[in-house]
């Protein structure tokens, strides 16, 4: 085995995240990483919006106008806050093309895969990184907001810094619990 899938074996995501966030340098390479995703036909369907400073707090106001009328003020306030949990988002946007043989939906697999070796790129040179969605990612006000076409999808948002603590180690599944052989 390689030190490749020895650090996939041993990644983990990090919720606990402070500045620095990746550098300028380091973000290109992870990009690059990114650009690396398998493609089917090379449509390139994805793009990517870099979040910090106050965009954050810009992000989320977006997020806050998710919440209905009569939201409790609570509630209100976390949505606010939330992205402010790390110094720096990144929205993984797949925007699909129209072409005769490649449907959406592999469009939008490649687009996460392409997040996940942004994630992979960015925990690999020294940052933690978590890849978040929940009901935001899928609120017109929110695509709206941060100026997604109406074709394109918020496949997540991927907080990521400098890890303050590390999580405890999650469980994982072993493979003879989801691999079988055929037929
Ligand atoms: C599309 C997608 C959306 C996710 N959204 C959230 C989320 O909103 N909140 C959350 O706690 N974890 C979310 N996760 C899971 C975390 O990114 C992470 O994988 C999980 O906490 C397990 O940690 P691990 O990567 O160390 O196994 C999401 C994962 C994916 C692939």
Redesign the pocket.
Known sequence: MTAVTDFLLNR??EPRLESPAPDRETLERAFACAARAPDHALLRPWRYLVVEGEGLEALGELFASTCPNNSDAKDIAKLKSAPLRAPMVIVGIASPKVHPKVPEVEQVMSAAAGMSFLELALQDAGFGV?????PMAYQASVRHGLGLDDHEQIV?FLYTGSVSSAKPS?PRPTVDEFVRHWP
């Not at 978590?130 to 929940?134: A, E, Q, T």
């Open positions: 983990s995501s978590m890849w978040r969605s929940g997540g999650v």
